[in-house]
């Protein structure tokens, strides 16, 4: 007879089982949120260090979640790139407008089909025998697909000229952590600053 013996575990391997299992949900929630296509524009000396006000584009609602959301999220790309981002309302010399937009693509659903029912029979040195098969679809229907967009345009602020631009997008399926609007905020303002100012005309992936 096999004895086996179950030794008490320290509170060292309970602390490194958690730590194991905090990176591996972390790991896991990194590699579902998808790339970033990013394009950026600008001409002559873009502007470096200077201060900033973050304003939402004509026509955005800035005082909406989603917009708070999204110029934090952008604040803190601007910031990290060396920017002084000023309070709202406070005067700036650059100006940093923000756009967004979120769709969603819905794929139609072909599981319309009937049931199939599969019979089979099979006979052997022991008789025979009669099986019935029902296939069913079970997967549930397809995901919808999120696609987040962010566009920040950066201008002198006295005059309007405009010194440096960038799009990005990133698409997610409905219901995994990309598709959030706090986490897809981060994820494209942090692609769209990311080396910047980045090559002008150049369409780029961002992982």
């Given at each position: 007879?096999?004895?086996?013996?179950?030794?008490?575990?320290?509170?060292?391997?309970?602390?490194?089982?958690?730590?194991?299992?905090?990176?591996?949900?972390?790991?896991?929630?990194?590699?579902?949120i998808?790339?970033?296509?990013?394009?950026?524009?600008?001409?002559?000396?873009?502007?470096?260090?200077?201060?900033?006000?973050?304003?939402?584009?004509?026509?955005?609602?800035?005082?909406?979640?989603?917009y708070?959301?999204?110029?934090?999220?952008?604040?803190?790309?601007?910031?990290?790139?060396?920017?002084?981002?000023?309070?709202?309302?406070?005067?700036?010399?650059?100006?940093?407008?923000?756009?967004?937009?979120?769709?969603?693509?819905?794929?139609?659903d072909?599981?319309?089909?009937?049931?199939?029912?599969?019979?089979?029979?099979?006979?052997?040195?022991?008789?025979?025998?009669?099986?019935?098969?029902?296939?069913?679809?079970?997967?549930?229907?397809?995901?919808?697909?999120?696609?987040?967009?962010?566009?920040?345009?950066?201008?002198?602020?006295?005059?309007?000229?405009?010194?440096?631009?960038?799009?990005?997008?990133t698409?997610?399926?409905?219901?995994?952590?990309?598709a959030?609007?706090?986490?897809?905020?981060?994820?494209?303002?942090?692609?769209?600053?990311?080396?910047?100012?980045?090559?002008?005309?150049?369409?780029i992936?961002?992982?």
């Amino acid at each position: 007879m096999m004895i086996h013996r179950f030794l008490p575990l320290r509170l060292s391997d309970v602390r490194y089982l958690g730590l194991a299992v905090g990176l591996a949900l972390l790991s896991g929630c990194a590699a579902s949120i998808a790339p970033v296509d990013v394009t950026r524009f600008h001409v002559g000396n873009v502007p470096r260090g200077e201060s900033v006000a973050v304003v939402a584009t004509p026509g955005v609602d800035g005082s909406s979640i989603e917009y708070r959301t999204y110029a934090n999220a952008v604040r803190t790309a601007l910031t990290r790139s060396g920017f002084a981002v000023v309070d709202a309302g406070a005067p700036a010399p650059l100006i940093a407008s923000i756009d967004y937009a979120t769709t969603i693509d819905r794929p139609v659903d072909t599981r319309g089909k009937p049931v199939s029912v599969g019979v089979g029979g099979s006979t052997g040195s022991y008789g025979g025998g009669l099986g019935v098969g029902i296939g069913i679809d079970l997967s549930g229907p397809p995901k919808a697909i999120i696609a987040s967009r962010l566009a920040v345009q950066l201008r002198r602020g006295p005059s309007g000229e405009a010194l440096w631009e960038g799009r990005a997008e990133t698409r997610a399926k409905e219901g995994t952590p990309g598709a959030q609007p706090g986490i897809a905020a981060g994820k494209l303002a942090d692609a769209l600053f990311r080396d910047y100012p980045g090559q002008s005309g150049a369409t780029i992936t961002v992982k």
